[in-house]
C-alpha cells in the first residue's frame, strides 16, 4: 500500500471549516483514499473514501486532486467533538489476493477544535 | 449498525501468563484485524486473517499468535505475556471486495502486564 504524509496537528475555531490534508504521491491507480478518526478512547471510526471523484457524506467531504497524488478531507462546520486524530490510509481495492483489506496505519493529524 | 465486540475493556496479566483477547462481529465480514497501539507509535497490525483458518503477519507479530476457528470470531494470543506487551489492543473487521470496504473497530482492550 502507498505510504501517506499527514501534518502531525492543527488547530481549528468551532463553527468553521477543517481542511485537513495528505499526501499519497505514490499512489497506484487501483487504490482508494480512506479516512477514519480515533476520538480519545475510543477505536477508530470510518469517515469516508474515494478513487477519483470527490466524495460527500454526513460527516465529511472528500476532495481527491486530479494526478490522485494528493487528498483534503473536509469537516465543514466542526464542533469541539470533531476534535480527534484523523487517519488517512490508501488501500488497495484488488478483491482476492491475501494484501487485500490490510489497513496501514500512519501517525495521523491531531485536530483540535477550540470555542 | 455493525458491531464489533472485544471481550475485555480492562485486562491485567502477570508476566509469563498466556493471554486470550477475544474479538467477536456480526456482519459476517470475512476480514478481520487485530492491531496494538502505543503513544508516539499509533496503530500497528499484529496479524490479519481474510477467511476462516487463514492468517497473515502484520508488522509486528513477534510474541503473538491468532486463531479464527469462525468466521465471526478472531482471537489474539499472548504465548508468555511480557511487560513490553503492555498496550491498548484494537480488533477490527471489513468486508473483502470492491465497493464500500471499510473496516469497522472494537472499543479496545487495555492489557497490563506486570
Known amino acids: 500500500d502507498a505510504k501517506t504524509t499527514q501534518p502531525p496537528s492543527m488547530d481549528c475555531a468551532e463553527g468553521r471549516a477543517a481542511n485537513l490534508p495528505c499526501n499519497h504521491s505514490t499512489i497506484s491507480g487501483n487504490e482508494y483514499v480512506y479516512w477514519y478518526r480515533q476520538i480519545h478512547s475510543q477505536g477508530p471510526q470510518y469517515i469516508i473514501h474515494g478513487l477519483k471523484n470527490n466524495e460527500t457524506n454526513e460527516m465529511a467531504s472528500l476532495i481527491i486532486t486530479e494526478d490522485r497524488k494528493s487528498s483534503t478531507l473536509i469537516l465543514p462546520h466542526a464542533t469541539l467533538r470533531d476534535t480527534a486524530v484523523y487517519y488517512c490510509?490508501?488501500?488497495?481495492?484488488?478483491?482476492?489476493?491475501?494484501?487485500?483489506?490490510?489497513?496501514?496505519f500512519g501517525q495521523g493529524t491531531i485536530l483540535t477544535v477550540h470555542p | 449498525d455493525v458491531k464489533v465486540t472485544q471481550s475485555s475493556r480492562y485486562l491485567v496479566k502477570r508476566t509469563g501468563e498466556k493471554v486470550f483477547l477475544e474479538c467477536v462481529q456480526d456482519?459476517?465480514?470475512?476480514?478481520m484485524f487485530w492491531y496494538r497501539q502505543d503513544p508516539g507509535l499509533g496503530l500497528r497490525l499484529i496479524y490479519f486473517s481474510y477467511d476462516v483458518k487463514m492468517k497473515e503477519k502484520g508488522d509486528i507479530p513477534e510474541g503473538y499468535s491468532v486463531s479464527r476457528e469462525k468466521k465471526e470470531r478472531f482471537s489474539l494470543i499472548l504465548e508468555s505475556a511480557s511487560t513490553n506487551q503492555t498496550s491498548m489492543y484494537l480488533c477490527a473487521s471489513s468486508f473483502m471486495g470492491r465497493g464500500r470496504t471499510e473496516a469497522f473497530f472494537g472499543q479496545g482492550t487495555r492489557l497490563t502486564v506486570v
Open positions: 490510509i490508501v488501500r488497495s481495492a484488488n478483491a482476492g489476493g491475501t494484501s487485500y483489506g490490510k489497513l496501514t
Open positions: 456482519m459476517d465480514h470475512e476480514n
